[in-house]
């Protein structure tokens, strides 16, 4: 047995909820979609969708979000006082893809460049095995203590094997870990099964089970530049009416319908 669930080590305290009269604390909830609660410090939330559905895209209106402090296309961010810094972790793409990403990026969230901003850090990181992603990013964390939000593109190339149950409980513990520890909200990126509609492997499933929210990002059957994001699964409140967004090639950006 693990020492952790040791009955002689195990001090239960640390799981007692003191105060069974406690109310929700409002300002832990750091994402929103049309106003509604959707991901909180501590905890993780994880967007799913098929292949290029553009789940990138309503990603990156997040993190435009973050870097203006309001609200880019119904989706808002509200970071913590101390944890302001902003992290993207991008493990599919490599650099020079990234950097037609980060474009979009700086125009929708108005910057000329992105020297006008210091708490936002990039990183490409497709060429690690899961191995290594995983203490990259712990090495991450312990560098910086000021980490408010981080996005992970994609969260599949984290794991070996998305089926091994207990590879697939052990990485997504460890990311519950970074969050609850470090005081920030992680938001995944994983893909869905073609013919379930559901977040892929024994890794989608339990996310599904472990995660604050699980959003669904889907194309229109009848207009393939349209993609719209709904709510799949919510702990923290009411669905929120879904979010429709098509990219304008003067603009170069996406924008919501």
């Known amino acids: 047995m693990d020492a952790i669930f040791d009955e002689k080590k195990?001090?239960?305290n640390l799981y007692l909820i003191s105060n069974l009269d406690q109310q929700p604390d409002p300002?832990?909830?750091?994402?929103?979609?049309?106003?509604r609660r959707i991901g909180s410090v501590g905890n993780f939330v994880v967007i799913t969708g098929k292949p290029k559905a553009r789940k990138s895209a309503?990603?990156?209106?997040?993190?435009?979000?973050?870097?203006?402090?309001?609200?880019?296309?119904?989706?808002?961010?509200?970071?913590?006082?101390?944890?302001?810094?902003?992290?993207?972790?991008?493990?599919?793409?490599?650099?020079?893809?990234?950097?037609?990403?980060?474009?979009?990026?700086?125009?929708?969230?108005?910057?000329?460049?992105?020297?006008?901003?210091?708490?936002?850090?990039?990183?490409?990181?497709?060429?690690?095995?899961?191995?290594?992603?995983?203490?990259?990013?712990?090495?991450?964390?312990?560098?910086?203590?000021?980490?408010?939000?981080?996005?992970?593109?994609?969260l599949l190339d984290l794991i070996?094997?998305?089926?091994?149950?207990?590879?697939?409980?052990?990485?997504?513990?460890?990311?519950?870990l970074w969050a609850k520890n470090n005081n920030c909200l992680i938001i995944t990126i994983l893909h869905q099964s073609k013919s379930t509609g559901y977040s892929i492997g024994h890794l989608g499933s339990f996310a599904d089970r472990k995660a604050q929210a699980v959003l669904s990002v889907d194309k229109d059957p009848k207009d393939d530049n349209i993609s719209t994001m709904s709510a799949q699964y919510m702990r923290s409140d009411k669905?929120?009416?879904?979010?429709?967004?098509?990219y304008n090639s003067g603009t170069e950006i996406y924008e919501k319908i």
């Not at 070996?160 to 519950?176: A, T």
């Open 160 to 176: 070996n094997d998305m089926n091994d149950v207990k590879e697939s409980r052990e990485l997504l513990h460890q990311i519950k």
């Open 10 to 12: 195990i001090d239960t």
């Open 27 to 35: 300002s832990k909830f750091v994402f929103f979609a049309g106003g």
């Open 58 to 154: 309503f990603a990156q209106a997040i993190l435009s979000a973050a870097i203006v402090g309001g609200e880019i296309m119904n989706l808002g961010i509200r970071l913590p006082e101390h944890n302001q810094h902003i992290v993207l972790i991008d493990t599919e793409q490599d650099r020079n893809d990234i950097a037609s990403n980060l474009n979009r990026l700086k125009k929708q969230s108005g910057l000329k460049s992105f020297k006008q901003i210091d708490n936002l850090s990039v990183y490409s990181v497709n060429d690690l095995q899961p191995n290594h992603l995983i203490s990259f990013i712990n090495t991450l964390f312990v560098n910086n203590k000021s980490i408010g939000l981080m996005v992970i593109d994609g």
């Open 239 to 246: 669905n929120f009416e879904p979010i429709s967004i098509t």
